[in-house]
């Protein structure tokens, strides 16, 4: 690998917060214990570019193993996007895709990002180029159980197309304490490079909702700054957010903006920095998520932050 892991974006974040990592857990291949990890879960979330370059996030799911590691910089995923799931364009052979590892039952959780080396029926052969793992800060601990679906369900569950956020998504949202953020660093060369999907968590009613444009904090992470970086070079993005009551999961893309500092940061605790969402278009898929899930146990460091119902102040 290059001296530094980190792109020209990360850099000019990292300095912006005035961090500076030396990325030493970043990896060109996956360690064993990373191989091992990813062949327990039985979901993956990934993150892509469609065809006209804007991210989109997505959830693969299948039985704990479906996820296999036949190399430090292989892995094979035996699933491929649902019907009527907006990213399956995007995962196709020789795009940029990113991958996220979490178990919720442990709050683990490891990043592979890379490209798409090959896809065929059976599912996605990743090559992966960057490897490392996350701290569990955030991770609200919740125990799934899978819901056996036959053929003909799976392939009943509905796509809604959202122009903007109805009163149904901004209920799923503002009670979310879990969405995920899949980023670009943006073309080089003429081609699309380097996708990144990760993970944010806090209390219900972390995400603030004004009409269509959304407002989240930014808690103290790894410095590495992966995803703020990326919103430096490509302000373009998206979100999944999953329904742990119902399986179903609204996907949005749209465009960003990062708020480095001023008053806004002290009206809600723990936020360091925020960064402002704008809905260009949006998907919820019913039933895409096939789990019940155990009630969340907020992870000690969420516990520490708060909401903007509470800390807001009035208008």
């Not at 990326?230 to 960003?256: C, H, M, S």
């Not at 001023?262 to 925020?274: A, T, V, Y």
Request: proline share 7%; glycine share 10%; aromatic share 8%.
């Amino acid at each position: 690998m290059d001296e530094s892991p980190f792109h020209l974006g990360e850099r000019d974040a990292q300095a912006r917060a005035g961090q500076f990592p030396r990325g030493a857990g970043i990896r060109n291949l996956m360690p064993d214990q990373h191989r091992t990890f990813f062949a327990l879960l039985p979901y993956l979330f990934v993150g892509g570019l469609d065809r006209d370059g804007w991210p989109i996030a997505t959830v693969l799911c299948g039985e704990a193993g479906f996820a296999q590691s036949p190399s430090p910089t292989r892995l094979r995923i035996a699933a491929l996007p649902a019907a009527g799931d907006p990213a399956a364009a995007a995962l196709e052979t020789d795009r940029p895709v990113g991958l996220l590892g979490l178990d919720f039952t442990t709050r683990r959780r490891n990043r592979a990002n890379g490209i798409i080396a090959a896809h065929d029926a059976g599912g996605l052969s990743v090559e992966v180029s960057q490897s490392f793992g996350n701290c569990a800060k955030y991770i609200q601990a919740r125990i799934p159980t899978s819901i056996a679906r036959s053929p003909e369900v799976a392939e009943s569950l509905t796509r809604e197309s959202l122009t903007r956020l109805d009163a149904a998504a901004r209920a799923v949202i503002g009670a979310a304490d879990t969405l995920f953020i899949a980023s670009s660093s943006g073309p080089r060369d003429g081609r699309a490079s380097g996708v990144d999907i990760s993970h944010r968590g806090g209390q219900p009613g972390f995400v603030r909702i004004d009409g269509d444009v959304l407002t989240i904090p930014d808690f103290a992470g790894n410095n590495y700054f992966n995803t703020l970086g990326n919103l430096l070079l490509e302000p373009r993005a998206a979100l999944l957010f999953p329904d742990f009551a119902t399986g179903d999961v609204i996907q949005l893309q749209g465009e960003t903006e990062i708020v480095w500092s001023g008053p806004e940061l002290g009206f809600l605790s723990g936020s360091q920095r925020l960064w402002r969402f704008r809905v260009v278009r949006g998907w919820r898929r019913k039933g895409a998520l096939p789990f019940s899930w155990s009630a969340a146990e907020p992870a000690p460091t969420t516990m520490e932050t708060g909401t903007w119902q509470r800390e807001r102040p009035a208008a």
